[in-house]
């Protein structure tokens, strides 16, 4: 059993940069491949990223590869996104998850609550 908790989330202009954290708890989080997934009002949920549980193996959708960046550190069993020249479509509710493949799948086993992105223009 993992639970997620996001964080980070909020308002910015086009071409700003926000950091989402998830945080971890159980002893598991080295287990288990981790992703960020987004869903945007009206739209699927889609993965943004993923990593694999030693970190070694990422996955980006193309629309965010350049400008996100993934990363996990197991020590402290957390998640992170690094969003950077973020654009108005980035405008979603992130969800960090755990226990999927790193690809483009969103069925993930466990899920945080999400947290609101939203990008002004």
């Known amino acids: 059993q993992v639970q997620l908790v996001e964080s980070g989330g909020g308002l910015v202009q086009a071409g700003g940069s926000l950091r989402l954290s998830c945080s971890a708890s159980?002893?598991?989080?080295?287990?288990?491949?981790m992703g960020w997934l987004r869903q945007a009002p009206g739209k699927e949920r889609e993965s943004v990223a993923a990593?694999?549980?030693?970190?070694?193996?990422?996955y980006y959708a193309d629309s965010v590869k350049g400008r996100f960046t993934i990363s996990r550190d197991n020590a402290k069993n957390t998640l992170s996104l690094q969003m950077n020249n973020l654009k108005p479509e980035d405008t979603a509710v992130y969800y960090c998850?755990?226990?999927?493949?790193?690809?483009?799948?969103?069925?993930?086993?466990?899920w945080g609550q999400g947290t609101q992105v939203t990008v002004s223009s």
């Open positions: 998850a755990a226990g999927g493949l790193v690809g483009p799948r969103s069925d993930y086993a466990y």
């Open positions: 159980g002893r598991t989080f080295s287990s288990h491949n």
């Open positions: 990593i694999s549980r030693n970190g070694a193996i990422t």
